[in-house]
C-alpha cells in the first residue's frame, strides 16, 4: 500500500529564481520608501523659511540677493506683507549705505508703503533696529531715527530705541552728527530719555548677580562707560556713600547689578 507523502513538493529552479527576484524588488522598494521618507524629513526640519533666508542674506550683506527674494516673497505672501515691507525697507537703507549701483535691482517704494501702513509703528521701530545693526556707522541713520520718533513720541522709550542708543554711544557713531533739535527732543522732550541712560563715575565699578555687596562680580565697567538703566532697587549705605542699586545693561549686552553711588545720570 502507497501511502502518500506529506512532505512539501520541491520548489523549482525556475521558481525559486522568480521568487527571489520578487524579493529583490520589494527591498528595493522598500528601502527606496525609507530612504525617500528620511530626505523629505531632514528636507522639512532643516528647509529655510523664505523670510530667514532675506535675514541671512542681510547679515552677509548680499543686498543684491535680498532685495530679490523680497520683491519675489511680497507678491506671493500678502500675509507677511508688513514684514517684507520691514525687509525691504531695511535693504532700500543698504543700497544706498553701501553705493550699490545694480540698475536691475527691483525696486519699491517700501519706505512709503510701511509709513503708511504700520498703524502702530512696529514694524518701522524693528527696520530701525535691524538698519542700526547692520549699519551702525550709518552718518545718517540717526537723523531718520530722530524723525520717526517725532511721528511717535510715545516709542521713545521702547527697548528697542534703547538697545540703538545704547548701541551708538558704543559705535563709531557720533551723536554730534545729528541736529541739536533731535538732541533736545530725544533728552528734553515730552517723552524723553532722561533717567534711562547713565555714565560711569569710576574705573572697575563691578556689575554684580544680585544687589548685594558681596554677591558674584558678572563684569567691570570702565570710567564714562554708558550704561542702560532697566530697575531702580532698594537704597543703601556702603562705607559713606548712599545710593540705589540699579538693575543695568551695558555696552557689551551683559545685564547685572551696580551700585548707584558710581553712576551720574544723562541729562
Not at 530612504?35 to 523664505?50: E, G, H
Not at 516673497?73 to 532700500?92: C, D, F, Q
Request: proline share 4%.
Amino acid at each position: 500500500m502507497n501511502i502518500p507523502s506529506l512532505s512539501p513538493e520541491p520548489i523549482s529552479h525556475h521558481r525559486k529564481q522568480r521568487l527571489y527576484k520578487n524579493k529583490r524588488i520589494i527591498y528595493s522598494l522598500m528601502a527606496a520608501a525609507l530612504i525617500f521618507t528620511m530626505i523629505w524629513l531632514i528636507t522639512k526640519r532643516f528647509a529655510q523659511d523664505p523670510l530667514d533666508k532675506i535675514d541671512s542674506y542681510l547679515l552677509e550683506k548680499k543686498l543684491n540677493k535680498a532685495a530679490d527674494l523680497n520683491y519675489k516673497l511680497l507678491k506671493l505672501h500678502p500675509e507677511h506683507r508688513l514684514a517684507l515691507l520691514m525687509n525691504g525697507s531695511v535693504i532700500n537703507f543698504g543700497i544706498r549705505e553701501m553705493n550699490i549701483t545694480d540698475t536691475h535691482l527691483p525696486f519699491y517704494e517700501y519706505d512709503n508703503f510701511l509709513e503708511k501702513e504700520d498703524k502702530t509703528g512696529v514694524f518701522t521701530r524693528q527696520s530701525f533696529l535691524k538698519k542700526f545693526t547692520l549699519f551702525p556707522d550709518s552718518t545718517y541713520f540717526l537723523d531718520e531715527f530722530c524723525h520717526f520718533n517725532e511721528k511717535y513720541p510715545e516709542s521713545i522709550r521702547n527697548p528697542e530705541s534703547s538697545v540703538i542708543i545704547l548701541h551708538s554711544f558704543h559705535s563709531k557713531t557720533i551723536w554730534n552728527k545729528t541736529s541739536d533739535e533731535c538732541m533736545h527732543k530725544l533728552f528734553n522732550g515730552e517723552n524723553n530719555l532722561k533717567g534711562l541712560f547713565a555714565v560711569v563715575s569710576a574705573n572697575n565699578l563691578s556689575m554684580r548677580e544680585k544687589p548685594e555687596k558681596k554677591s558674584k562680580v558678572l563684569n567691570k565697567l570702565k570710567r564714562d562707560e554708558k550704561i542702560l538703566i532697566k530697575i531702580q532697587g532698594f537704597e543703601e549705605t556702603i562705607g559713606n556713600k548712599k545710593a540705589n542699586w540699579y538693575f543695568i545693561l551695558n555696552e557689551n549686552q551683559i545685564y547685572g547689578w551696580v551700585f548707584g553711588a558710581y553712576l551720574e545720570k544723562l541729562q
